[in-house]
């Protein structure tokens, strides 16, 4: 069992930046597939962001690539989703899902374990 927790999330202006940090246990962290969700008010979650095990390998939402990117620290068992410049519509709880092992998809069915989530509120 892999115990996910986000933190990070709050309110901001828009063009502001946050950075989520989401913390998965377990020592093959490195190994994990790690992504970003986000589930904005009446609407379904959707994939943002994902991180592959192998180093740089992340993929984005088109809506937010070369806005948001996805480093991880695998010593700390820790991925970030660093957001900038940041608009009313990224306004969402934003979860993080881990799937132990390697995946290169953004279905929310395949990740494994999952944080509890982190609101984030773009306004002014």
């Known amino acids: 069992q892999v115990q996910v927790a986000e933190s990070g999330g709050g309110l901001v202006q828009p063009g502001g930046s946050l950075r989520l940090s989401c913390t998965a246990s377990g020592r093959a962290f490195s190994r994990y597939t790690v992504a970003w969700f986000r589930q904005a008010p009446g609407k379904e979650r959707e994939f943002v962001a994902r991180?592959?095990?192998?180093?740089?390998?992340?993929y984005y939402l088109k809506t937010v690539e070369g806005r948001f990117t996805i480093p991880r620290d695998n010593a700390k068992n820790t991925a970030y989703l660093q957001m900038n410049n940041l608009k009313l519509e990224h306004t969402g709880v934003y979860y993080c899902a881990v799937r132990t092992s390697d995946y290169q998809g953004d279905d929310d069915q395949n990740y494994d374990y999952w944080g509890q989530g982190t609101q984030v509120t773009v306004s002014s």
């Open positions: 991180s592959r095990w192998t180093e740089g390998d992340h």
